[in-house]
């Protein structure tokens, strides 16, 4: 088993892959790549029978970097660290925290495997493979990776973490998380909880278990409530885990109740105020709010006929006057 520790301080402790998993592994990968460029360099040399001598080499050269080289950086990006031969012995490449692979490390696992697979016969990689503790060979080394298995001898298929619970457990469960305190729990204990069921899918199923049986425990012991029989440790720490941002979130509402009650009344916020009615036309021409009925006019009292005329406007001296024959007064 290797500890690899993540970047949250979360400790996988996965099984690594040993030497003779991983030459076997290796070995069948290089014989599909070198049956593939020979039929590839067989079928180019039947059709382009007219290239000259340089050209075949450089040809040649072309095939053996594409199918040594850049097509098991490929497959190996492409499937997150699973080669043909990986895949076939339930190996995996992950990088030294845990994570998938990216295209950097596996390009520098290709590279230098090259060397030392292809150009040292794959002595290099023999040694440094058996002297390392976790069977790593250079490429390795130098990318930051790792090969882990994903499954045992003997393991079944993937089973389900979280098996039914009994609707009674879960009712129990839940009067014993209101009283459940858990102001005795340290922070990295939480960080490791969140963690482990994030990952709870990408983890091997007896991996997962382990690690949520010892946090589960871990928990149980700083609560000082017992985990009820029967239930699931994932299913137990899912739900404190729960109950403790269920109890977050009412506290983050009374804080923010009691900081808008404490703010001086003019701060705080107001209802919208009835909107003003229009100002009156211009122009004379009555308009109304659409919704209200029309404002109903009084009736005016007709002007008479034989009423005085206004008298009429002082004339303006801004204008001369008219030429009518007679002279002002004076």
Not at 43 to 65: E, K, N
Not at 317 to 328: I, V, Y
């Amino acid at each position: 088993m290797s500890d690899l520790v993540t970047g949250e301080a979360v400790v996988l402790d996965l099984q690594t892959a040993k030497l003779p998993s991983r030459a076997l592994a290796i070995v069948l990968d290089l014989l599909v790549q070198f049956a593939a460029l020979f039929i590839v360099s067989l079928v180019l040399s039947v059709t382009l029978i007219d290239l000259d001598g340089a050209a075949a080499a450089a040809s040649l050269l072309g095939l053996m970097v594409f199918f040594l080289v850049g097509l098991p950086v490929m497959i190996e990006t492409l499937t997150h660290g699973r080669s043909l031969g990986k895949a076939a012995l339930g190996l995996r490449v992950v990088r030294t925290d845990g994570g998938p692979v990216r295209f950097r490390h596996s390009l520098v696992r290709g590279l230098v495997g090259f060397i030392e697979l292809i150009v040292t016969t794959g002595a290099a990689a023999v040694i440094t493979s058996a002297v390392n503790s976790d069977g790593k060979r250079l490429g390795d080394i130098f990318a930051g990776t790792v090969v882990v298995r994903e499954r045992t001898p003997g393991a079944g298929g993937p089973t389900n973490p979280l098996p039914p619970v009994h609707p009674q457990l879960l009712h129990d469960m839940g009067r014993e998380l209101v009283a459940m305190d858990l102001s005795a729990v340290p922070e990295p204990l939480w960080l490791a909880i969140r963690q482990l069921l994030g990952r709870i899918g990408q983890l091997d199923q007896s991996v997962a278990l382990r690690m949520a049986v010892g946090l589960a425990g871990d928990l149980s012991a700083r609560t000082g409530h017992p985990i009820p029989p029967g239930l699931h440790p994932v299913a137990y720490l899912g739900a404190v885990l729960t109950e403790r941002q269920r109890r977050e979130w009412l506290r983050a509402q009374q804080q923010f109740a009691a900081q808008a009650a404490a703010q001086p009344p003019a701060l705080r916020p107001t209802t919208p105020a009835t909107p003003a009615a229009p100002a009156a036309p211009v122009g004379g021409r009555p308009h109304r709010v659409l919704g209200t009925p029309a404002p109903t006019l009084a009736p005016t009292a007709p002007v008479p006929a034989s009423a005085a005329p206004l008298p009429p406007t002082a004339p303006s001296f801004d204008k001369p006057a008219p030429d009518t024959g007679f002279a002002p007064p004076a």
